[in-house]
Structure formats: C-alpha cells, structure tokens
C-alpha cells in the first residue's frame, strides 16, 4: 500500500471509509445498540490493511503498461524533434550555399549550423537514446523482438560517433549515396541525422508490436527481423 502513489492511496482510503460509514448507517437503521456498532468499526478498521493491500494488489499489474507507454510517448516526441532537426540541416545547408564562403583553409563556413546540430545532440539526441534504453527496460517483448528493440538504442551510440566525425570535417556539402544514389543537401551531417531519424523510427515500430524495415550489409532496405 506505502508503494502506491499518494492520489491512489488516498483513493483507496476514502473508498475504505465510505464502505465503512455505509455499513455503519445500514446497522444504525437496523437498531442496534452503540456498542454494537463500536464493535463493528473497529472490526472493519482492523481489516483496512488487508483491503488496502488487496486494492494494492489489483493496480500494480497496470503500472508496467503505463509505465511503457509514457516511456515510449517521450520516445515519440523526441523522435519527431530528431526530424525536424535534419529538415533543419537540409534547408539549412543548402541555403548558406547560396552566401558567398570564406576561402580560408580550415574554415567553417558552417558555423551555425555545426552550433544548431550540437546544441541538439545534447537536448534531443541523447536524450532520445537514453529514452529509448528506458523504454525498451519497461518493455515486455518476444524474445526476438526485445532483442532487437534493445538493441536499436546501442546503435544511437554508432550513429552518434559517424555524427561527430561529420560535424569535426564540416560535412555539409550535398552529398549523394554511393549505395543509395540518395541526395542530401544537408550533407553527410543530414545523413547521419537520417539514420537517427530511422533507427528511432525503427524502436517505435517494435515497441507497439510491428516489424521495422531493417537494412543488410549493403545499405539496401529489406523487411522482416
């Protein structure tokens, strides 16, 4: 019952003490004497506990699903910042080549946009993987599923290292994939922030019970766990 948070003990309690004075007044309207109903309040007060800890008993095997579910809903919001922030970089890039550059060796002309992208690792991106680990924790898959959901957040950590190796060589210069034949605007920084986007994409169809698109050796997309 202590385990229970506040609002759903005291909804108990108050549940407890309306069966408790409904009982008495029924016994009151019967006619029966004081002491009677002395005997009879403490006779319920004393099996409190053990109605509480029945209640107790019937909400705990809510909590794990709820818990999942707000752990997978902060997955979600930070997922789609994630998105927004490569859309961010792709309009971004493109548009500052539309500026004069400074021919100085070891320039970044970049700048900006090396900024944006690091301010929203630290406030979207870890925290977006450090969610998807709390997440898949709570969750309660088939075993090849929680495996594969568990381990889409120890790829963020790849995905995170390609990242800053793009952001050190200011990698914002449109980039078209060999394997893909895909244009990026935004570069090998968007790139990898599209990878991000996916394998955050990917948690989320596990998590709700669905089969991700996953890719083999070569970068090609294909389907099935």
Do not use: W
Not at 22 to 43: C, D, H, K, Y
Not at 144 to 158: C, R
Not at 185 to 202: H, S, W
């Amino acid at each position: 019952y202590s385990s229970q948070p506040k609002e759903l003990r005291a909804s108990m309690l108050a549940l407890c003490e309306l069966a408790v004075g409904l009982l008495l007044t029924s016994v009151t309207n019967a006619g029966s004497r004081p002491a009677t109903l002395a005997i009879s309040r403490r006779t319920l007060v004393q099996g409190l506990p053990s109605t509480l800890a029945a209640l107790s008993l019937a909400a705990d095997p809510i909590a794990p699903a709820h818990a999942s579910t707000i752990a997978g809903e902060k997955v979600q919001i930070l997922a789609s910042k994630a998105k927004a922030l490569r859309a961010t970089v792709r309009t971004g890039a493109a548009n500052r080549r539309l500026l004069p550059f400074d021919p100085t060796p070891g320039m970044n002309n970049y700048a900006s946009a090396t900024d944006n992208v690091l301010r929203a690792k630290a406030s979207v991106l870890l925290p977006l993987q450090a969610a998807m680990a709390a997440a898949a924790a709570k969750a309660s898959l088939p075993a090849e599923a929680q495996k594969q959901l568990e381990l889409q957040p120890l790829l963020m950590k790849g995905h995170f290292e390609e990242l800053d190796q793009a952001l050190a060589k200011y990698k914002f210069d449109s980039y078209t994939s060999k394997t893909t034949g895909r244009v990026y605007p935004g570069g090998k920084v968007e790139r990898e922030l599209e990878e991000i986007c996916e394998t955050a994409n990917d948690f989320l169809v596990l998590l709700g019970g669905g089969t991700p698109s996953v890719k083999d050796d070569e970068g090609n997309f294909k389907y099935g766990l």
